[in-house]
Nanobody, 117 residues
């Protein structure tokens, strides 16, 4: 059974930094694509960062230059380093993976990030 567990969210002032972690079990992330999404109140869930199994990364325009997605295949972990945080980054952040062999996607339970002005 695939499980994703996020951690690292919290309350931070504008301009601050947070590092989110996603611990995966039931699958080897080394062969899967991994992504971070976020959903703010009243808004649709949006993808903010993505990393392929080969390590290629893409970012939403709103976070380019501020957020960095990375993976540690040995630990089966994915990270999202968030710098220069803005109040508009406030949202629940979700880890997502798409299993290479089946194409099925899985979500974590989410972690709240709140950026105060």
């Amino acid at each position: 059974q695939v499980q994703l567990v996020e951690s690292g969210g919290g309350l931070v002032q504008a301009g601050g930094s947070l590092r989110l972690s996603c611990a995966a079990s039931g699958t080897r992330i080394s062969v899967n694509s991994m992504a971070w999404y976020r959903q703010a109140p009243g808004k649709q869930r949006e993808r903010v960062a993505h990393i392929t199994s080969g390590g290629r990364t893409t970012y939403a325009d709103s976070v380019k230059g501020r957020f960095t997605i990375s993976r540690d295949n040995a630990k089966n972990m994915v990270y999202l380093q968030m710098n220069s945080l803005k109040p508009e980054d406030t949202a629940v952040y979700y880890c997502n993976t798409i299993i290479y062999s089946t194409g099925i996607g899985y979500w974590g339970q989410g972690t709240q990030v709140t950026v105060s002005s």
